[in-house]
């Protein structure tokens, strides 16, 4: 089968209902996103999938129906995505393990919603769970992500 993960078109082969989530690490060694709880309730593994952000975990490979992003084709180290900018000008990350899920969520968010009240930030990022607690930096960073967006 065929997957298209940032930008490159790959030739893999798996059982039908092997998780994107381990196809992208163990087949492609794309190890950004992250293993959290296996039952999509956490978001560790949030990638995007044509645009719309899914849990990893809990999608068969076989399932996918277009051309997926992780937070390796967010952007680069050169040229960041404006929401990873703002996760470093913020400095969201505490130990980091979420923080992949929590950018591509925030990622899709901005997409659909160039302009999120902190309702609509909230209501996004609920099934993005951080242990540190670092929401009110993750609704800062969103909201200077937006900002920026809107300025390009």
Not at 13 to 29: A, G, I, K, S, T
Request: hydrophobic fraction near 40%; charged fraction near 20%.
């Amino acid at each position: 089968m065929k997957l298209t993960v940032n930008g490159t078109e790959h030739e893999v082969d798996f059982e039908d209902d092997m998780p994107l989530l381990w196809v992208l690490r163990d087949e492609l060694n794309i190890k950004g996103v992250k293993y959290g709880c296996g039952v999509a309730q956490c978001g560790a593994c949030t990638v995007h999938i044509d645009g719309e952000a899914v849990r990893s975990c809990q999608t068969a490979a076989a399932d996918v129906w277009g051309a997926v992003t992780t937070i390796e084709g967010l952007g680069t180290p050169d040229a960041m995505h404006a929401v990873q900018a703002a996760w470093v000008d913020h400095q969201v990350a505490q130990c980091g393990y979420c923080q992949s899920g929590q950018m591509m969520q925030a990622a899709a968010l901005l997409a659909a919603n160039p302009a999120p009240t902190d309702a609509d930030i909230d209501d996004a990022m609920n099934g993005n769970l951080c242990r540190c607690g670092t929401y009110p930096r993750i609704r800062a960073a969103v909201k200077t992500a937006a900002t920026k967006l809107q300025e390009v």
